[in-house]
């Protein structure tokens, strides 16, 4: 059974950018988990701080390991390496890592991006297909992308009010 | 015995001596239908029982060398049958060919021969496993970003056909 966690309201998030970015994420996130072999998905801006995540509640102790402060961690870290290439003038799109107890891919959506744990056997190319297919429509809502810029241009991870 | 408990038979003993046998009102309901045939299972049925108090009420019996393993029913497994791997059709690959038309255009079906050719594979015979892989490579020649999504989308829905 998997859990969704949406953005809450925020100092940053509210209203309508709120409801529109969570409409997104439900959408998104509940795409990719169709996919056999996810086990979790999450989605942070470009600032490191976790905007949704779709968890598998019944994954092992590592998955586990990346629920709550920990998933904090690894978005601030993937956040900055999306960074570092970008202020090089590289557009990293997308990258794929691979573990012997799990696979993560990460797919850039211009000011937020998407982080998918698998299982090492998953099938890559549907992963890849099916996260771009659904990252399409985050992308391309240029109201949402104008909100995430404006909060991940604040100083501290947006906390929940 | 590797079977599961309630395929397991039981039948009355031959070596029970005994002038008399007291049996408790569930232990004679259940004895009544040891017969070297039940299953316990079937017993469990037979009785709206719960086969693990049929169980219980044989294991006492049995102790007590009033009854007796005959055997177990031999349970055939779910085996899915041994052979090549589920192979993709010929109706995917005509749906793929015709959206990637509408993103390369008329070339289409020579880049699908193209990409089988490169992965090794032929058309007759292509594993399921490796249709996710076509699709990713076929997507890849559309250069329009707009386009390659939307033929993606149409084959993740083929995809899916499949399983």
């Keep these: ?161 | 015995m590797t079977s599961a408990p309630s395929e397991v038979i039981f039948k009355l003993s031959d070596n029970y001596v005994a002038e008399n046998v007291q049996l408790d009102p569930d232990s004679f309901r259940v004895l009544s239908f040891v017969n070297g045939l039940n299953t316990v299972e079937e017993i469990s049925e037979s009785l709206g029982e719960d086969p693990v108090n049929v169980w219980q009420i044989l294991g006492a019996l049995h102790q007590r060398g009033i009854v007796e393993i005959l055997g177990a029913v031999d349970v055939v497994p779910n085996v899915a049958p041994s052979g090549p791997p589920p192979a993709v059709g010929e109706a995917f690959f005509a749906r793929i060919t015709q959206e990637l038309t509408r993103g390369i255009g008329p070339l289409a079906a020579f880049f699908v021969e193209d990409e089988l050719a490169a992965m090794s594979a032929k058309r007759d015979g292509l594993p399921r496993e490796r249709a996710a892989e076509l699709v990713e490579r076929l997507s890849l020649s559309i250069q329009d970003d707009a386009k390659r999504v939307q033929f993606q989308q149409a084959a993740l829905e083929e995809l899916r056909r499949l399983y």
């Design chain 1, 1 to 161: 059974m998997t859990k969704l966690l949406l953005q809450e309201p925020s100092r940053g998030w509210k209203g309508a950018p709120l409801t529109k970015l969570n409409a997104h994420l439900a959408d998104l996130l509940s795409s990719i988990h169709r996919i056999g072999g996810v086990t979790s998905s999450f989605v942070f801006d470009n600032n490191g701080s976790r905007l949704g995540a779709n968890v598998d509640e019944s994954a092992n102790v590592w998955q586990w390991t990346f629920r709550g402060d920990a998933s904090r961690e690894f978005g601030s870290g993937l956040g900055q390496m999306l960074a570092a290439f970008r202020v090089r003038g590289v557009r990293l799109r997308d990258m794929q890592l691979t573990f012997p107890e799990a696979g993560l891919f990460v797919r850039d959506m211009g000011n937020a991006f998407v982080v998918v744990m698998c299982r090492p056997e998953a099938d890559w190319s549907l992963i890849r297909m099916t996260v771009n297919v659904a990252a399409a429509a985050f992308e391309a809502d240029g109201e949402l992308q104008k909100s995430l810029a404006a909060v991940a241009a604040w100083p501290s991870p947006v906390e929940p009010e």
